[in-house]
């Protein structure tokens, strides 16, 4: 069973877990190992923390009962997307192995759209690598359609990241 709940500050290291881990999995046979260290190395637990404070950023963790599963985060919108309607960003929605299939990225997202609503946006935009093709699918089968690129820096190698949108 899958139980959910807004993160606080102690929740940081998990999150910072979560995150290497399912990242590395993911994508870490796409760089050099000098850029995913670059990479990864920007996010210290300072950093975690500062912008778990910051104003507007919400994340919602996912645990079962061997600990956390996954999160999810939101924030004000960082991507290059032209001014439109008032807009939220997913700025992450990570899950371990153990997590995947359990429906548990469903709950997380359902979460964002909503946390997204309940603050007067109108639109959801993400970015999401190219050739992710299982996350693309999962957000097209949400109702998320692409509208840009976004080059997406790991160390010294770009990626081709889609950013996609949703009308709330």
């Known amino acids: 069973m899958i139980a959910y709940r807004d993160a606080d500050a102690g929740d940081v290291p998990a999150i910072d877990a979560v995150f290497r881990e399912s990242f590395v999995a993911t994508f870490g046979n796409l760089y050099k190992p000098q850029d995913l260290a670059t990479f990864l190395g920007g996010f210290t637990l300072q950093a975690w923390t500062q912008e778990l404070a910051s104003p507007g950023v919400a994340a919602r963790l996912a645990e079962d009962q061997a600990g956390l599963v996954g999160y999810c985060k939101i924030g ?4 290059p997307v032209e001014a439109g ?12 192995e153990r997590g995947k299939g359990t429906g548990a990225a469903q709950a997380l997202l359902d979460w964002a759209v909503t946390s997204a609503r309940s603050r007067g946006a109108a639109r959801m935009v993400l ?11 999962f957000y ?7 509208i840009g690129s976004y080059e997406f820096r790991v160390g010294d190698h770009v990626d081709d990241d889609r950013i996609m949108s949703l009308d709330l």
């Open 76 to 79: 004000p919108v960082s991507l």
């Open 85 to 96: 309607p008032p807009s939220v960003e997913l700025r992450q929605l990570y899950l371990r």
């Open 127 to 137: 970015s999401v690598y190219v050739d992710n093709h299982r996350a693309r699918r």
């Open 140 to 146: 097209e089968r949400q109702g998320f359609r692409e």
